[in-house]
């Protein structure tokens, strides 16, 4: 698929953004979650200049991605762990038919 060129509504401001066509939804919907949450933002805190909201929106959405890949690399070694230890299992199973 080809590049398309779309234009992005992010705290009031408009981005001419030049992406893979696949890529669109994600792309759209990442920008409905930060307005979103600077939305909440807005509402829930004493916070009206847009670029303190979008610092808050980064701080948020960084910390939940470092949240995610620490959650998917302890997954990682539990699952290599366990490989391990049905390895080990089989290996003892195949050594004792001997």
Do not use: W
């Amino acid at each position: 698929m080809g590049e398309i060129s779309i234009k992005i509504n992010i705290a009031d401001r408009v981005y001419p953004l030049k992406i893979n066509m696949e890529e669109e939804e994600i792309v759209r919907r990442a920008a409905k979650l930060i307005n979103d949450r600077i939305k909440e933002y807005q509402e829930n805190y004493a916070v009206k200049d847009k670029q303190d909201l979008l610092s808050m929106c980064v701080l948020h959405y960084a910390s939940a991605s470092i949240r995610a890949e620490k959650k998917a690399s302890n997954e990682d070694t539990d699952v290599a762990e366990k490989v391990y230890q049905l390895d080990s299992l089989l290996n003892d199973f195949f050594n004792q038919k001997k």
